[in-house]
């Protein structure tokens, strides 16, 4: 069984940094498609960033040149970081993990995932 367990969430003014880990356990591949998804305060998920299982990463537009993603497979860990904050940025973030072969594209467009943390939370103020 996969577990995901996120951290690094917290408040922060707009302007500011952040950087999420999820750590993955069980019987995960290194190539598995990891990615992020976020809650919004109305309630609207949003994929956010995906590695796919070919390595090709995507974004959604809002965080383009704001957020990076990245793997470290040694240590089983998938990582956001996220730069100049805004407020419309705030929300619970999810990491997934998918036992699928697809590109990162398909996951930021759908936020599908099969496995799921329990999310971590980002406060962004003005």
């Known amino acids: 069984e996969v577990q995901l367990v996120e951290s690094g969430g917290g408040s922060v003014q707009a302007g500011g940094s952040l950087r999420l880990s999820c750590v993955a356990s069980g019987n995960i591949p290194s190539n598995y498609p990891m990615g992020w998804v976020r809650q919004t305060p109305g309630g609207t998920r949003e994929g956010v960033a995906a590695i796919g299982s070919d390595g090709s990463i995507s974004y959604r537009d809002s965080v383009k040149g704001r957020f990076t993603i990245s793997k470290d497979n040694a240590k089983n860990t998938l990582y956001l970081e996220m730069n100049n904050l805004k407020p419309e940025d705030a929300g619970l973030y999810y990491c997934?993990?998918?036992?699928?072969?697809?590109?990162?594209?398909?996951?930021?467009?759908?936020?599908?995932?099969?496995?799921w943390g329990q999310g971590t939370r980002v406060n962004v103020s003005t």
């Open positions: 997934g993990a998918h036992n699928g072969s697809l590109k990162g594209a398909y996951y930021v467009a759908s936020a599908n995932f099969h496995y």
